[in-house]
């Protein structure tokens, strides 16, 4: 099972955080266009989401990650979709739809951590931080490196958000 640390931020000054970011990056970056359609589970097992790319791939995508403001542990598992229309129509059918997320993702590496530059259809700019640790490592030592880059890219004071971003496109 794939774990890391998360943390999610709102961004004031998408252009100045793109700065920094690239400042710090160790690859180059890439644009992703995502459509994420979150399906219906009972509670306490986790979320359910369907990746849809811009080029045509997907992957489906099941995670358990508390939903709080800190740095915090998600474990997940992704499975590529040969079909990500078809495979929607049938998880829709079969569970529900709770709803869809649009986002455009500037993705940047810090080692091996992924620094996502997201612009989220009718929410605005956020940045997330995703610590890929290693088996049998502690969290406590990805929340570390995690906090420590929130400082690298000047967002320590940055408000963060709890939750997933379908959850604040449904508060509204």
Known sequence: MARNIEIKALVADAAALRERA???ATAPEQLI??????????????????????????????YHRADHAE???????????????ACREALQRGLGLL?????????????RTRI??????????????????????ADADGAAEA??????LGLADA???????LDLLQAR
Do not use: N, T
């Open 99 to 111: 709803g869809r997320v649009r986002k455009r993702r500037l993705l940047l590496m810090a080692g």
């Open 147 to 152: 906090e420590a880059l929130m400082q690298a």
């Open 33 to 62: 266009v995502q459509d994420d359609s979150f399906f219906v589970l009972p509670a306490g097992r986790g979320r359910l989401k369907l990746r849809q790319f811009a080029d045509g791939s997907a992957e489906l995508i099941h």
């Open 22 to 24: 690239r400042a710090i």
């Open 116 to 137: 996502h530059l997201d612009a989220v259809e009718g929410l605005g700019d956020f940045m997330e931080l995703e610590v890929v640790l290693r088996d049998g490592e």
């Open 71 to 85: 740095a915090k542990a998600s474990d997940y598992v992704r499975v590529p979709v040969g079909d990500g229309d």
């Open 159 to 165: 408000p963060r958000v709890a939750g997933a971003y």
